[in-house]
């Protein structure tokens, strides 16, 4: 960043691995040398961002006098609230008016959902994106475009579902990785396949289990409500699979999904109750508030999800002191044990599953806008071998692409220029 070198990186980290933190310290050491400098955090939901602006606050909280005296200013904003330094809440065109405000030798930090692609004054030097991989690749572009319209920012994405370390380097060669391998403090959690026909059994025991030692269970779910089609009776909804419990154990559960507006309100009062133990949900918990007193995963219908996705799911449990933090991977005993389960009884190692996942599901389309899924063009050709994507990648650094056809690479200068076009259009 010193030698004035745009700087386009990506952090990628098992769940628990402290991305959080890494990206805090960046931005204060990036901020502090600077005069009037704003960065900014993106998060996709707002439960998250919210997160990581109390802890930022907490952060500030515990340096010194002097250093508090210096933090950058921090502002929160998404589309339903809005908050400037220490929880002062203010309207959009009352924070607009406060940033207009403020000297111009102040550093800003802002965090924040989608809402800040759409302030013209957030206008950041550095961007950082937390969980990159659930912004589409539209709103990606739109991220390295923030700032001046002539001068990209500087860049860092953060990623909790981890890409192969040699697909990584050598396919995201222009987006340098960095790894963060070591889960500190984070405790095992032991995973087991279960089965629907055991639920009333095994699995609402292990619940009961956990109520009676005032710990607290994910019940995630892959719909809200059944279709109307008749054709999901294998598959639990959020509505169903809650009342199912609540007859078991009434005045416990807590129902979340992405329709229900207030998802924050609820999440705290999940983290905070000591009554509301069980938390029924979808996904949308994959990213959210740290809840300590969790030490049970239940995933029903797993074999929908893929491997990434169930072990960020997981991580979700283990935030904690605890030694019996467990996940069951629930499915139906049709299904056998699906291969892919079997993967997470044996490894918490997110790098190995994320290789799995790969393998299984594909890598989407290297150059363009689809995110999952083979690449047709290249995987059917290469298979998912790192050391052919290597040995091209030596290739394409020993061509001289401003002289193509001395080189006797005259198609490849056609493609190109064809590619270019298309590109640019775009």
């Known amino acids: ?125 550095l961007v950082m994106v937390d969980e990159q991989h659930r912004f589409g690749v539209e709103q990606r572009k739109k991220l390295s475009q923030l700032g001046d319209a002539q001068i990209s920012p500087h860049y860092i994405s953060f990623s909790a579902t981890p890409i192969p370390r040699t697909l990584a380097l050598s ?9 963060l391998e070591t ?38 779910c892959t719909k809200i409500e059944k279709d109307g089609d008749g054709n999901t009776e294998d598959i639990w909804s959020t509505t169903e699979t809650a009342k199912k419990l609540e007859a078991i154990f009434p005045g416990k559960i807590l129902e979340v999904h992405g329709k229900k507006a207030e998802k924050k309100e609820i999440l705290d009062e999940f983290k905070s109750s000591k009554d509301k133990q069980i938390l029924v949900t979808t996904t949308v918990v994959e990213v959210g508030v740290d809840v300590s007193q969790a030490t049970l995963m239940i995933i029903l ?9 169930l072990h960020q799911l997981r991580g979700r449990v283990g935030r904690n002191n605890y030694d019996n933090n467990e996940c069951e991977l629930v499915t139906w005993e049709k299904y056998g044990r699906p291969k892919r389960l079997g993967i997470l009884e ?40 790192s050391q052919k994507y290597e040995q091209i990648l030596e290739l394409a650094q020993s061509i001289d692409f401003n002289d193509l056809k001395s080189q006797g690479l005259e198609r490849l200068e056609n493609y190109v220029i064809k590619q270019s076009k298309e590109i640019w259009e775009e």
């Open 1 to 125: 960043m010193k030698t004035g070198k745009k700087i386009n990186r990506i952090v990628v980290g098992d769940v628990g691995s402290g991305k959080t933190i890494v990206a805090f310290l960046s931005a204060l050491a990036y901020l502090k040398n600077l005069v009037g400098g704003k960065t900014c955090m993106l998060a996709p939901t707002e439960v998250l961002a919210y997160q990581h602006y109390i802890n930022l606050l907490e952060f500030k909280n515990n340096l010194d006098q002097n250093e508090k005296e210096s933090f950058p200013v921090v502002v929160y904003l998404s589309s339903k609230q809005n908050f400037f330094n220490n929880f002062e809440k203010l309207s959009k065109s009352k924070i607009e008016k406060a940033i207009k405000e403020l000297d111009s030798k102040e550093n800003i930090f802002f965090l924040g959902t989608h809402s800040l692609l759409h302030k013209d004054y957030v206008n950041p030097d």
């Open 171 to 179: 396919i995201y060669s222009s987006l340098k990785p960095h790894f």
């Open 183 to 220: 889960l500190p403090g984070r405790k095992k959690i032991k995973t087991k396949i279960n089965y629907f026909e055991n639920f009333s059994s095994q699995i609402v025991s292990k619940i009961k289990e956990k109520l009676d030692i005032n710990q607290k269970v994910y019940v995630v």
């Open 301 to 309: 219908n797993s074999e929908r999800y893929g491997l990434a996705a």
């Open 346 to 385: 044996t490894s918490d190692n997110g790098f190995e599953i994320a290789q799995r996942d790969l393998e299984i599901r594909g890598g989407g389309d290297l150059y363009g806008k689809v995110q999952s899924g083979f690449d047709n063009e290249i995987e059917e050709l290469m298979g998912l071998d």
